[in-house]
């Protein structure tokens, strides 16, 4: 291990990903703000699929503002990660929506390679 051996691999926004498959959110209280990918779900969703659905997740992360969430429409993106220990739920600006597709696709290679390194 050397001195750079916990330097993030990529990230997005106030998104983090690890080496090892952790993934910190630097908005969020210290205590909470790094969570490991493994089981985690991680996903992009436009605003359309998403008005299609509340999940019990998004209630859980947003409480009642889960159904005005649930109005948003237009060209909006969101980047969901959820597991069984946390759920976070970022809105992506249109401009923006190509790096939070190249950091999904970067979360989910990790995963696969912790899966496979087992």
Do not use: H
């Amino acid at each position: 291990m050397g001195i750079f051996s916990d330097r993030p691999t990529d990230n997005f926004g106030t998104l983090l990903l690890y080496k090892n498959g952790d993934i910190e959110d630097l908005s969020k209280p210290k205590g909470e703000r790094r969570q490991s990918l493994i089981g985690a779900e991680i996903e992009l969703e436009d605003g359309a699929a998403l008005s299609k659905r509340v999940t019990a997740s998004r209630v859980l992360l947003t409480g009642v503002f889960a159904l005005a969430l649930k109005k948003k429409s237009g060209g909006e993106s969101w980047l969901s990660v959820t597991s069984p220990d946390f759920s976070w739920l970022l809105e992506v600006d249109r401009k923006d929506a190509a790096k939070a597709t190249k950091f999904v696709q970067a979360c989910k290679q990790r995963q696969r390679e912790l899966l496979l390194n087992a």
